[in-house]
């Protein structure tokens, strides 16, 4: 079958779909999925891929243009709405891992809104790490697909039911309360200002109850009176405020674009909150070490094609991150190896370490297979001190290799010890791939261009952390890290 006939086929079949939302994976000759994408009508996106003008690539774009060549098959999976659709497309990225994807790789999860419930005065924040010790009895809606749309639902719902976003521990007994001088937010009328006993304790859990009641809901009458106020403000030729009105309904129906946590849409989320100190047992037998795991840190190194080559150190300490200790690295020896690349990083993080002037975690995880195990032992072999344990985990496969081990060690996929670890690499991953672009982005906008940016986005930030109460990013170092040269 020429190429044509091939294309010409799946055309064909592309047409036969039916016209629902949906996702759909691209196959080559050999079964694998190379490409996952989604849409709102399965028939007619899947067949422009093999429409007459596409076939040269060149509507595809640069990265796309060599998969036609490679698609011999493609699957799909009906979806019941579009945003179905966008959970389940992101789910079979980061499991699958396809060749042609670019989006969604990156391991951000989608948000949550958080409202902690046990607390005397519950906050309401937008986070994408549900699970965070903080949250601890919350209740959590989502994952919501538009984490703008998501924001904006919170500023205006605020100025409804005055729930704090703040990250203040507020207590009911803690008589000075009472001198103490709220936020900006109670005077603008966004908040009842319990930080400040402005509102009794059974008046504001009142509030929170009802706007869980109003998540739950249809939200029908809130959107039929701001559809009355936009309508008003139209006749009087107010259409700055219409558009604001528009803008506000339509936040407040994405809504209802949400899956439920119960589903399992971003596991990853989940994956170091289940038992901690039941993944670092398991863990702790896995390696055959004697005395318990308490630390861990993570090594991985990021680059583009041999440029801006970086590196990242992540911590975690009882199965959880410890952001205060991440580092990042500018790998100054080579440009294009990723073994060089951990030597270079892993002598710059452990040099104290191994001059004996500071304390080894108990397991160093060295992202990559047995060649960036070997590299990272090479370089610990140049220290008068050697770490306790020393491994790496491969992508994929998922195997664990070890400083004391012939052969790798395979385990079940829900092997508690194997997703804690499998969580740490992919934060390490993260971290790097983030410092990385960062020093893309000054190679291409220049320092001033690059500096602007981080302000910019900097800015965006720590407004809408104001407004909604979400934890800003963790703060940024300057790559050199604790006992660089």
């Known amino acids: 079958m020429t190429d044509q006939q091939r294309l010409d086929a799946l055309k064909d079949r592309a047409r036969q779909l039916p016209r ?59 979806c019941e709405s579009e945003w179905e ?59 919501f697909t538009s984490v703008y749309a998501l924001r904006e639902s919170m500023q205006l719902l605020q100025k409804v039911f005055k729930f704090r976003t703040c990250t203040l521990d507020i207590r009911e007994d803690d008589p000075t309360r009472r001198h103490f001088r709220p936020c900006l937010l109670y005077p603008i009328k966004q908040c009842t200002a319990p930080c400040a ?142 073994y060089e690349a951990i030597r270079e990083v892993v002598g710059r993080r452990y040099r104290d370490a191994g001059e004996g002037h ?28 050697k770490p306790p344990m020393v491994i790496s985990l491969a992508k994929k496969e998922e195997l664990i290799y070890t400083q004391s081990r012939s052969e790798p060690v395979r385990l079940g996929r829900e092997n508690p010890g194997l997703k804690l670890c499998q969580a740490i690499r992919d934060e390490a991953h993260r971290f790097a791939q983030h410092y990385h672009h960062i020093l893309r982005g000054k190679q291409v906008l220049g320092e001033k261009g690059a500096a602007a940016a981080r302000r910019a986005r900097k800015s965006t930030r720590q407004r809408r952390a104001g407004a909604t109460g979400e934890p800003e990013a963790e703060p940024q170092t300057d790559g050199q890290g604790r006992g660089d040269d």
């Open 85 to 143: 659709a966008l959970l389940t497309e992101n789910r079979l990225i980061k499991d699958l891992h396809p060749r042609y994807n670019a989006r969604l790789t990156d391991g951000k999860s989608f948000p949550y809104l958080v409202i902690t419930v046990r607390d005397d005065f519950p906050g309401v924040f937008i986070t994408r790490e549900p699970t965070h010790p903080d949250f601890k009895g919350a209740r959590v809606f989502g994952p």
């Open 20 to 78: 629902v939302p949906g996702v759909y994976l691209m196959k080559d000759e050999q079964g694998r999925v190379i490409y996952v994408g989604k849409a709102t009508c399965l028939p007619d996106r899947v067949a422009s891929y093999f429409l007459p003008s596409n076939r040269g690539g060149e509507m595809l774009g640069p990265k796309k243009q060599p998969m036609l060549s490679a698609v011999h098959d493609f699957d799909i999976i009906e």
């Open 358 to 385: 500071e304390l080894y975690p108990e397991v160093i995880l060295i992202d990559g297979g047995l060649g960036q195990l070997h590299a990272a032992l090479e370089a610990f072999e140049q220290l008068h001190v």
């Open 197 to 338: 006993a402005k509102i009794s304790r059974e008046d504001y859990r009142a509030d929170i109850r009802r706007f869980i009641r109003f998540l739950e809901s249809k939200r029908s009458v809130m959107l039929r009176e701001l559809r009355q106020e936009m309508e008003q403000a139209s006749k009087e030729l107010a259409f700055e405020k219409a558009a604001t009105l528009r803008d506000q309904i339509r936040a407040i129906e994405k809504l209802d674009e949400r899956g439920r946590r119960a589903d399992g849409w971003q596991p990853e989320t989940e994956s170091l909150i289940a038992d901690p100190k039941k993944s670092l047992e398991s863990l702790r037998r896995t390696l055959g070490l004697n005395a318990p795991i308490r630390c861990i840190e993570a090594i991985d190194i990021a680059h583009l094609q041999g440029g801006e080559t970086v590196g990242s150190k992540v911590c975690f300490v009882d199965g959880r991150p410890l952001k205060n200790e991440y580092r990042r690295y500018k790998v100054r020896s080579v440009s294009n190896d990723d």
